[in-house]
């Protein structure tokens, strides 16, 4: 069972760890998922939201969950 307002997926990959919220072209992060998002950047997490198909809020575009990790851990 997933925590409310935790993002979907958490990712270690070449010793990052990255979390990652998965939302359609028009969805939205609730009030809840933001304050979590935030709070957890705050404390340094690597937190991102990915829009599908394919693009990753304020960092890039992707085809393959490789390529996802690889615009992440830049």
Same mark, same amino acid.
């Given at each position: 069972m997933q925590?409310?307002? %935790? +993002?979907?997926? %958490?990712?270690?990959?070449k010793?990052?760890?990255?979390f990652?919220?998965?939302?359609?072209?028009r969805?939205k992060?609730?009030?809840l998922?933001?304050?979590?998002?935030k709070?957890?950047?705050s404390?340094?997490?690597h937190?991102?939201?990915?829009r599908? +198909?394919?693009?990753?809020?304020?960092v890039g575009e992707f085809?393959?969950g490789?390529e996802l %990790?690889q %615009?992440l851990?830049?």
């Amino acid at each position: 069972m997933q925590q409310s307002g %935790l +993002p979907d997926r %958490l990712v270690i990959w070449k010793g990052v760890t990255i979390f990652i919220e998965f939302k359609s072209a028009r969805g939205k992060l609730s009030a809840l998922q933001s304050a979590v998002h935030k709070q957890m950047t705050s404390r340094g997490a690597h937190v991102y939201v990915a829009r599908m +198909p394919g693009i990753v809020e304020g960092v890039g575009e992707f085809s393959t969950g490789q390529e996802l %990790l690889q %615009l992440l851990i830049r």
